[in-house]
């Protein structure tokens, strides 16, 4: 039986560590909830697997990183995937941020207005100094973790 919201709190007013509370809550809802769909009979098992699938690709971040990669631009993708591909670092040159190897590139240039969002999410980061820190933008760890979810999710691979 999980622990209620009261003893939660009543838990983290005693001086335990709130993430540890809400963390064995959770599971302890989560194990409820499994033995009820173990409960359900032929149809509980089959939604019993697709619910500890789901929960995998949740507690390991492919679900959010799923979810990050469609919720930016064409563009944006465009910068994420070419950035990866690359050395992972964009600079200014006037108004265009361009790869670090130079200005003669096959690539249409990006804009600031495409990298910010990117930067807001946490999947580039800004790298340009202290005097002015929109002079290059440096992709994330994150940022290669949505690339990489992004590639085995075109290749085929993606659970469902």
Known sequence: MPIS???AMS??????????VMDEKLAAEREEFRSFLADQG???????????????????GHAGARNAWHSIT???????????ARDGRVQRE???YRHAQGRHQPHRPFYVAT??????RGLMAWDGGAFDPEAA?????????????????TAGTEIQ
Do not use: H
């Not at 838990?11 to 540890?20: C, H, L, N, Q, Y």
């Not at 032929?42 to 949740?58: Q, S, T």
């Not at 064409?74 to 990866?84: E, F």
């Open 5 to 7: 919201w009261d003893q």
């Open 11 to 20: 838990r983290i007013a005693k001086g335990e560590p709130v993430a540890d």
């Open 42 to 60: 032929a149809r509980g098992v089959e939604a019993l697997a697709n619910y500890d699938r789901a929960m995998r690709d949740v507690d390991t």
């Open 74 to 84: 064409p563009a944006q993708r465009r910068v994420l995937v070419t950035a990866a």
């Open 94 to 96: 006037g108004k265009e």
């Open 115 to 120: 990298l910010r969002p990117l930067c807001d």
């Open 137 to 153: 933008a440096v992709l994330t760890e994150r940022g290669r973790f949505v690339v990489m979810q992004k590639q085995s999710t």
